[in-house]
């Protein structure tokens, strides 16, 4: 169970036995653990002895007591895809995909939102409310669901409709706002003073981001080499990482749980290089990474169809553009039009039906690697966040062929 919160910039330390939000600064909190005493019994010989099949196999760093404290639906645990040598994947050697898209409500925002809400509701919550512009809806829908707690939503309203659908089915109280979701941001402050519903935005609470790390403690048994599996720890990272960045939770999450690790003595103090991918649209991290700056200045007139990407302005700026300078990392936008070809390109070679936040991750390491600063020898992982059927509304099939059955020569158009 966490130890403390402590505010991440500046290090004072907050109750941990009550709802918390920012720090007196307007900072985001972050969970301690006393790691010291987890040594002798937490080990990955013992997670792998676990037969949980869910990211709650690392309990001990995670907001609970017992792993059975869990709000959970299974999250965690997804595939790291090899990706075979065809079409524009060919030069890469040891390419990977984590994909996302396993999880419940079909992203990653369903492991935040399970460690999120788990204590939420152990310290009293009874109802949740956040802004969101697509996944982070579903997951906050579903797990106030198997909660028992009720959950309110502003959406942008061009949200995409797979989103809204899911959050309306799922019984959440879905509100469409006219505007980006730093103003449904707005009207979800506003609405926590006024009602006394808990704010489970993006980095606002502390347990979002420790769902999150447990993306990083899973690569690092997803790569383990079996030679070593029976000997000392045999986990390993990758050489670079590439993760897809609108509010940034899991890239800080994960260089959370590599730091944890090292304490833990899993690790030694090598890392991955970091690359954060935004789309051109709405790319406040990049600017300010190419800048030198300490933090992004609100980006205006964001705009992109990878909904996931269209945040103009994050509470965790400061953290993104520490880990990306701490790793020797960099950031990369791409553009809508490359984006969604990387979709069409991972589904056609990969087998892989990405979202287009995944789709712009592909695009970014191909421009990495010919640019130079990436060997497509290198160990690389991608991060593919959601499933790509949520975006159907982005892929018209209105031009397909039309075959009339009762034709019994409706085939001969194939060998035209």
């Not at 980095?203 to 790390?213: A, Q, S, T």
């Not at 966040?385 to 209105?398: I, S």
């Amino acid at each position: 169970m966490h130890q403390t919160l402590i505010c991440s910039e500046t290090g004072q330390t907050y109750d941990i036995d009550r709802l918390q939000n920012l720090s007196d600064t307007g900072k985001p909190l972050l969970a301690g653990y006393d790691l010291d005493s987890l040594r002798e019994t937490f080990t990955p010989q013992a997670v792998r002895a676990r037969g949980e099949r869910s990211m709650w196999k690392f309990w001990e760093v995670l907001p609970v007591e017992a792993p059975e404290q869990a709000v959970s639906l299974g999250e965690g645990c997804t595939p790291l895809l090899s990706c075979s040598r065809r079409g524009p994947f060919e030069p890469f050697s040891r390419l990977s995909v984590k994909d996302e898209a396993m999880n419940p409500t079909g992203s990653f925002k369903a492991r935040g939102m399970s460690a999120a809400i788990t204590r939420a509701v152990a310290l009293g919550a009874k109802t949740v409310a956040l802004p969101s512009a697509g996944n982070a809806a579903g997951a906050a829908t579903y797990y106030s669901a198997r909660a028992g707690i009720e959950c309110f939503l502003f959406m942008p309203e061009d949200t995409p409709p797979a989103n809204i659908v899911e959050s309306a089915v799922g019984g959440a109280n879905v509100f469409l706002v006219n505007g980006l979701i730093s103003d449904c941001g707005k009207l979800v402050r506003q609405g926590c003073e006024r009602f006394g519903w808990f704010d489970l935005s993006t980095l606002k609470e502390p347990f979002r981001i420790e769902g999150k790390k447990t993306m990083g403690y899973e690569l690092a048994f997803d790569l383990a080499s079996p030679r070593v599996a029976t000997r000392e720890l045999g986990l390993e990272l990758p050489d670079v990482i590439f993760y897809p960045t609108g509010g940034g939770t899991g890239l800080i999450g994960m260089w959370k749980a590599f730091d944890e690790m090292e304490q833990l003595g899993w690790i030694g103090s090598g890392r991955p290089r970091m690359v954060v991918v935004q789309a051109e649209g709405c790319s406040p991290i990049v600017q300010a990474f190419q800048a030198g700056a300490g933090h992004a200045d609100m980006f205006p007139n964001a705009h992109t169809v990878a909904s996931g990407l269209r945040v103009p302005a994050a509470v965790g700026d400061f953290l993104m553009l520490n880990v990306l300078r701490e790793s020797n990392g960099t950031a990369v936008s791409v553009t809508d039009e490359d984006l969604l070809q990387g979709v069409h390109e991972f589904s056609t070679h990969q087998g892989i039906y990405a979202c287009p936040e995944g789709g712009a991750v592909w695009k970014a390491c191909q421009q990495l690697a010919a640019d130079g600063w990436l060997s497509p020898d290198e160990r690389i992982v991608l991060f593919n966040t959601g499933a790509g059927l949520k975006y159907n509304h982005l892929f018209p099939v209105d031009n397909l062929p039309r075959l009339d059955h009762a034709d019994p020569d409706c085939l001969d158009a194939l060998t035209d």
